[in-house]
């Protein structure tokens, strides 16, 4: 009998899930079926569209903008951006965990607060200082100011705790330099989280809104996000082809999460955040 | 004695070459233009002009008599209490649902998930479409309901709510992941344990469960605030702050200020007066923290 109601409770939550799972999923559900309608069903009230499918969104958001150009921006951005960030993250962190120096601690401090400040509260100098470099619509304009990230540093530094310090020491002992010492223990031994980082750190950069919007005016430099603001008021009533671009947006970042699922959610699982 | 002194300068001088990247960029990058903030917020200046003229407090006496930053200001912290603690709970009772069951966590956890990643500006536009007065799908759905739902997007009294939603869409798989995480790191000894001193289901989720995930709920709070204050793309793209303001939020009148009205010395001193905002709300929740919190 109990275990009859253990099955029975199993289902209720499963159904329950389900439900949530396809609310949750409505409006890319709807995207993916706005997109493949011809222009006279788009407004046909079907939620689903079980009619003949229709590429035609697809031809105009491939053809009618460059939308591969906007694509490699992007890829261009994230990929500079992410390897940027790691490069930087994971030589502050190893001074961090590795070292013992006067300040360390309130430096240590000072990145932690760094991730507290909103970015909107240095915007304005931020966009100031690259006008005055002449880096407006510029990849370094857009990448250079957010490379010293207080997230990759957090989390590589926790990372880097982890490891004992005696392999250090026997690596040192042997001879090895500090840059040695770092490649050979610490780099090769958090493999996973310097993966993980790396997606997470892409998948924000890829997608990021605001500091693009102000730097890069020119359409030819803009990233998809952006670009695809700008298609939208190109194509006011179409909603075909708006739904079509937003659908192919969505791709490059739908395959690397399908790709890297677990390193994304196993990096929070152990991104140091037990307390 | 002199191979001892040239160890310890090495060992002051290697950290800092490791440090410098990070130093020099937070430099440039940050503790410049943080203090620049500042001095612009006694400034007046329009970002064309050569000359900056000193304003002393005017530009902070003006925005106390406008409008619409009272109105951004209630605004922030309306988007915060109407996202926030449903993201939060909906996390909290999807994550308990999921690791309960013994099968298809891992396609739950998916799905949830999928909103957290997609690009927020696609987003942004998609629900702009989706809440169109009579085509979009969410009118569609509430009229299957026999609800006849507001113009969303135009009208005044729906327009905060039609983002909040897309906030609380774009985060709740977060927390759920967090919680999950957290979930997992549960010591079951403990549930034994406590079912054999008879606690019942309800008092070993009170007392077991949500004490030793505080610490996880005290970080989304944390980072829930900072987020939720940097609202600016869905803003942006899906209102533009209006109609008449009603959806207008701090960031996003500090871009208006900025970029597209370009009194600078008014745009800094919203920045200054966010940065406030976001310094207060941490520390007092640094501070009730330490009694609320159990570190396991």
């Known amino acids: 009998m109990t275990r009859y109601w253990k099955s029975m409770e199993e289902t209720i939550k499963h159904m329950l899930l389900v439900a949530l799972a396809l609310l949750t999923m409505v409006p890319i559900i709807w995207m993916a079926s706005i997109s493949l309608r011809s222009e006279e069903y788009v407004f046909s009230g079907h939620i689903v569209w079980t009619g003949p499918l229709h590429w035609e969104g697809y031809v105009k958001a491939l053809t009618e903008v460059p939308f591969f150009r906007w694509l490699a921006n992007s890829l261009r951005i994230g990929a500079l951006q992410t390897l940027g960030q790691m490069f930087v993250g994971v030589c502050a962190a190893f001074a961090f965990a590795y070292y013992r120096f006067p300040g360390r601690d309130i430096l240590f401090l000072f990145v932690l607060m760094t991730m507290m400040i909103p970015m909107q509260v240095t915007l304005v100098p931020t966009y100031l200082i690259v006008n005055q470099m002449n880096a407006l619509n510029t990849l370094a304009g857009v990448v250079v100011p957010h490379l010293a990230s207080g997230f990759a540093i957090f989390l590589l530094r926790q990372s880097f705790l982890g490891i004992p310090k005696e392999l250090a020491e026997a690596a040192a002992m042997d001879g090895a330099g500090a840059f040695r010492v770092l ?5 090769r031994m958090s493999g996973t989280m310097l993966w993980t980082l790396g ?5 924000a950069n890829f997608n990021e809104f605001n500091w693009p919007l102000l730097v890069l005016t020119d359409p030819d430099q803009m990233p998809l996000p952006l670009a695809f603001q700008y298609f939208r008021t190109e194509t006011q009533m179409d909603w075909g082809a708006t739904m079509a671009i937003a659908a192919l947006s969505m791709v490059p970042v739908l395959a690397l999460y399908l790709i890297a699922q677990r390193h ?8 140091g955040l037990k307390g | 004695m002199k191979l001892f002194i040239g160890y310890r300068r090495k060992m002051l001088l290697l950290p800092f070459l490791f440090l410098v990247p990070a130093l020099l960029l937070y430099a440039v990058f940050f503790v410049y233009p943080f203090l620049f903030t500042f001095l612009l917020s006694f400034q007046q200046w329009d970002m064309i002009s050569p000359d900056r003229t000193f304003a002393g407090l005017s530009n902070y006496a003006e ?8 109105m951004s200001l209630r605004n922030t912290f309306l988007y915060l209490l109407m996202t926030m603690p449903v993201s939060i709970g909906l996390g909290l009772g999807l994550a308990l ?7 298809g966590r891992a396609a739950y956890r998916f799905l949830f998930y ?7 500006a696609v987003v942004a536009i998609l629900w702009s ?8 799908v969410v009118n569609m759905l509430l009229t299957f309901f026999g609800i006849d739902g507001p113009n969303w997007l135009s009208d005044a009294t729906a327009s905060l709510w039609a983002v909040a939603i897309v906030g609380i869409w774009r985060s709740f798989g977060y927390e759920t992941l967090l919680y999950v995480s957290g979930l997992k790191s549960i010591d079951k000894g403990l549930y034994e344990a406590a079912s054999i001193d008879g606690a019942g289901r309800l008092s070993r989720l009170v007392h077991i469960t949500l004490p030793l995930l505080s610490p996880i709920t005290l970080f989304m709070v944390i980072m829930g605030v900072i987020s939720s204050f940097q609202n600016f793309t869905l803003i942006k793209i899906m209102t533009g702050g209006g109609p008449n303001n009603s959806s207008n939020v701090l960031v996003h009148q500090l871009y208006q200020e900025a970029f597209q009205f370009f009194s600078i010395g008014k745009a800094a001193a919203i920045s200054v007066i966010l940065f406030a905002i976001v310094l207060l709300i941490s520390s007092a929740q640094l501070r009730l923290s330490r009694s609320a919190v159990h570190y396991s």
Do not use: N
Request: glycine share 4%.
């Open chain 2, 129 to 136: 479409l989706m809440y169109d007065h009579r085509r979009g």
């Open chain 1, 199 to 203: 997606v997470i750190a892409f998948l």
């Open chain 1, 183 to 187: 490649w050979t223990v610490y780099v």
């Open chain 2, 97 to 103: 649902l999921m690791e309960s069951l013994s099968r």
């Open chain 2, 63 to 70: 925005l106390l008599r406008d409008e619409v930053f009272w």
């Open chain 2, 114 to 120: 999928l909103p957290v990643v997609s690009p927020i």
């Open chain 1, 264 to 271: 994304i959610v196993d990096g929070f699982a152990q991104s």
